[in-house]
């Protein structure tokens, strides 16, 4: 739908009916690119109530995955980046990556001392 000339309209529509029948929408945005600077072809997040940001990023010669809450309409919310991990036992999410810089450009620059991140699974 990037070309839509109405887009936005009709997500917001869209959105607006599916809000009154009572159903939890949720919406994914393709980004362009895996780490550094990533584009998406349209931004709709101000119709959103919450934005959750999954990101990859490198760190000791591995690709690791980040989630950070973006957004949320209501309440508090958490403003810390964590690293996660899904196997075939779930999903798991670590401690916060405070001693981290970058996380969310992609290329984070570790800036404490000891184990920050999720133990490699054997």
């Known amino acids: 739908m990037p070309e ?6 009709h997500m917001h529509e869209l959105l607006l009916y599916l809000n009154r029948r009572g159903a ?15 584009q998406t072809p349209v931004d709709i997040t101000y119709l959103a109530d919450t934005v959750i940001l ?12 980040a989630i950070s809450i973006i957004k949320k309409r209501t309440g508090t919310h958490e403003s810390t980046i964590r690293e996660y991990r899904i196997s075939a036992s779930g999903m798991t999410v670590g401690e916060p990556l405070h001693n981290f810089q970058g996380v969310l450009r992609g290329i984070p620059t570790y800036m404490g001392a000891g184990q920050p991140l999720l133990k490699d699974e054997d």
């Open 24 to 38: 939890a929408t949720f919406m994914t945005v393709a980004q362009h690119g895996l780490v550094g600077d990533m």
């Open 54 to 65: 999954l990101r990859y990023f490198e760190a000791l010669g591995k690709v690791r995955r």
């Open 4 to 9: 839509e000339n109405a887009l936005i309209l």
